[in-house]
Each structure stands twice: as C-alpha cells, then as structure tokens.
C-alpha cells in the first residue's frame, strides 16, 4: 500500500522548502533578483493550480439558488399541508419571502388536491462570468405528495403525511420541465429530468 501524493501536494512542499531555504540563507544578505523571479514563478504555479478550482466552485453557485429555493418551497409547502390539510397556491402564500423573479430564475407553483409542484424556471441557459467564461443555468422542479393512511391502519383517524422529491432538467432549457410521479407508492422524476439526492 502505497503512499500517494498529489501534484498540488508536491507543488506546495517544494514551495514551502524553497522559502524555507531562502529564509536560512539569506537572513543577513536579503533576496536576490534570481530568488525574487524563483519566487514569482512558484506563486504563478500555485495560481495555475488553484484557478480552475475557484472557477468551477462559482458554476456550482449559480445552480445551487434554484436548488436551495426548491428544497425551501417543498419545506413550506408540507408544513402547510400539515397545519391546514392543504397546500400554499402561491409563492406568497409559502411565506418565505422568495421573490418570484431573480436575475437567474423564475419561481413558480402549481397545486392539486394530492400534490403541489415548485418550479425553478432558468431565466437564461449560461450566465457570462469571469475572463469569457459561460456558467450553466439549470432547472429545477419539486414535489410535494400526499401518501394516503394506509387500509390496515388500527386508527381510523390518522392523517395523510407528505413526501418530497427534487428533480433536475437533464438538459438546459428555459422552459418548464415534467412533473415528478407518485404511483403506486414510488416517486419518480418526469421525463427529461433526474432526481437529486
């Protein structure tokens, strides 16, 4: 069983040996010019490898608005059921403060007698960051179901539960993707989208 060691791992010891290096010798003396460059060169190397890291972290952002706001509608929309055996017919009636535009979606709802369905609508496929970079925009709906008492129930007065799921849009659209399913006691994301965990 080997040891294994990363090329950022590596980059960073040879750069602390390097200062460490630097620092003994010249405490008196001060830096040269070639230890100056050395220095420059190392700090660029350590930007390269840590550029591409920031970059995608800020993609992750971006979807990561519309993910949070579906999982918070879903929330809001079981605790109304759950107080007044129905479901919130608008986002103001959610009460979460969620306005219904933002500069990357469009959130929305729709409810039935049996289930209520939360949408994060992209505004736009890509949105323009840093240095010519595009990031994705991605869709989002979420469901909230009804599960009805079960027949061999002992207590003629439970009461329905809920469950939740959240789906994502397989592909970028702009448009509003399928319903989630509940059949037969199996949820299940609709066409063109997959369920996130």
């Given at each position: 069983?080997?040891?294994?060691?990363?090329?950022?791992?590596?980059?960073?010891?040879?750069?602390?040996?390097?200062?460490?290096?630097?620092?003994?010798?010249?405490?008196?003396?001060?830096?040269t010019a070639w230890d100056f460059l050395l220095l420059i060169f190392m700090v660029g190397i350590l930007g390269a490898?840590?550029?591409?890291?920031?970059?995608?972290?800020?993609?992750?952002?971006?979807?990561?608005?519309?993910?949070?706001?579906?999982?918070?509608?879903?929330?809001?929309?079981?605790?109304?059921?759950?107080?007044?055996?129905?479901?919130?017919?608008?986002?103001?009636?959610?009460?979460?403060?969620?306005?219904?535009?933002?500069?990357?979606?469009?959130?929305?709802?729709?409810?039935?007698?049996?289930?209520?369905?939360?949408?994060?609508?992209?505004?736009?496929?890509?949105?323009?960051?840093?240095?010519?970079?595009?990031?994705?925009?991605?869709?989002?709906?979420?469901?909230?179901?009804?599960?009805?008492?079960?027949?061999?129930?002992?207590?003629?007065?439970?009461?329905?539960?809920?469950?939740?799921?959240?789906?994502?849009?397989?592909?970028?659209?702009?448009?509003?993707?399928?319903?989630?399913?509940?059949?037969?006691?199996?949820?299940?994301?609709?066409?063109?989208?997959?369920?996130?965990?």
């Open positions: 069983m080997g040891l294994s060691i990363t090329r950022r791992q590596k980059t960073l010891f040879m750069t602390n040996r390097f200062l460490s290096h630097l620092l003994q010798k010249n405490a008196h003396q001060g830096f490898i840590a550029f591409p890291s920031l970059i995608s972290s800020k993609t992750t952002l971006v979807s990561a608005e519309g993910k949070q706001y579906i999982g918070a509608m879903n929330r809001s929309q079981q605790a109304n059921f759950l107080e007044y055996r129905n479901f919130a017919s608008s986002i103001k009636d959610l009460r979460l403060g969620i306005k219904t535009q933002t500069p990357n979606y469009n959130y929305s709802t729709r409810v039935t007698d049996k289930a209520a369905y939360n949408y994060a609508i992209a505004r736009r496929k890509y949105v323009s960051g840093e240095l010519f970079e595009r990031r994705t925009v991605k869709t989002y709906v979420g469901a909230v179901f009804v599960v009805p008492t079960p027949k061999n129930s002992q207590n003629s007065q439970d009461e329905p539960s809920t469950i939740a799921i959240i789906c994502q849009a397989n592909s970028l659209t702009t448009s509003r993707p399928a319903d989630p399913i509940y059949q037969n006691g199996v949820m299940s994301c609709g066409d063109g989208t997959s369920s996130l965990p």
